[in-house]
């Protein structure tokens, strides 16, 4: 067995992965992101886990997060919800998401079936960290429940958040770079707790419809902690590819959904790889795949 394989089969939890993440080859690239307007932001594996330890002080300190809470994350594919997605789990805490990628955007609140997943994906959730905090809480109005609003700016260089926040808004982009860079859960949630929720909405009978009269219905897919990191070498969004042994340099697409990038993205960095991930409208040229030394996607 190779080295590369055994350590895919000994990273089973966030805790081990964050751990690699921080000391296995650390100041090498394991998150590249492109976003609008010719972003490009990228991380050491390193830098990649102060952000989640960070993000999980943030979460714990301010926020009481534990395992057991639900934390919805109303944000596009991103490198700032990859680093809350791993720091819900390093917390112990089940993430959710949605198929539409914002309730405050074109793909959310103004397109069809918004209202399904949007109420859905807040519904029962104690934080809701959003880019888009005036329409989560004209969600909220006369919701059952009242989770706490956490208003995340996107840009990679915006200390705070620009503009004026609804009240009882807190600014996660002001305030997280005060914590500490070091993790340490204080409890470790049950391999049968959920530690991921992701809505998808499907056009067929189900649950209520659309403006248009179209039918529509969520689906839920829930993961427990115990099979997060156990998903197999198969690429959900690179169709008949398999990880190659050995740590890859691979493109993912924003586009591709949270249902096939995000376990992709867990098993690369499982196998000491690297993700290039691009943002929706972000387009694949192989100038890029050769700039950035692309071995797979």
Do not use: C
Not at 59 to 66: F, K, M, Q, S, T
Not at 80 to 101: D, F
Not at 161 to 168: F, I, K, T, V
Not at 192 to 197: C, E, F, K, M, Y
Request: proline letters at 6%.
């Amino acid at each position: 067995m190779t080295k590369w394989a055994a350590m895919n089969q000994s990273l089973n939890t966030p805790t081990q992965l964050l751990h690699a993440l921080r000391t296995n080859n650390p100041t090498s690239p394991r998150l590249t992101w492109y976003g609008p307007d010719s972003e490009r932001v990228e991380f050491s594996g390193r830098v990649l886990e102060n952000w989640v330890a960070k993000t999980a002080n943030y979460l714990v300190d301010e926020l009481d997060a534990e395992p057991g809470t639900v934390i919805a994350l109303d944000l596009p594919l991103h490198w700032r919800s990859l680093a809350w997605l791993l720091a819900t789990w390093a917390v112990g805490a089940t993430a959710a998401t949605s198929s539409n990628t914002q309730t405050g955007t074109a793909a959310g609140a103004d397109g069809p079936g918004a209202l399904v997943t949007g109420a859905q994906l807040i519904s029962g959730t104690d934080i809701v960290a959003t880019a888009s905090p005036v329409q989560i809480h004209s969600l909220l109005t006369g919701a059952k429940g009242d989770p706490v609003v956490v208003a995340v700016a996107l840009p990679a260089l915006q200390m705070r958040w620009m503009g004026e926040l609804p009240s009882r808004t807190l600014d996660y982009s002001g305030e997280v770079r005060s914590h500490a860079d070091v993790f340490f859960a204080d409890a470790e949630p049950e391999p049968s707790d959920i530690a991921w929720q992701h809505t998808a909405l499907n056009n067929g009978a189900g649950a209520g419809t659309d403006v248009a009269g179209t039918a529509l219905s969520a689906d839920i897919d829930k993961t427990d902690y115990a099979h997060l990191l156990t998903g197999g070498a198969q690429l959900l969004s690179i169709p008949e590819n398999q990880l190659p042994t050995g740590p890859q340099r691979v493109l993912l697409q924003a586009e591709n959904g949270w249902a096939a990038v995000v376990p992709d993205a867990l098993k690369i960095w499982a196998a000491g790889g690297s993700v290039v991930l691009l943002g929706d409208g972000v387009l694949v040229s192989e100038t890029l795949r050769a700039s950035e030394n692309i071995t797979l996607g």
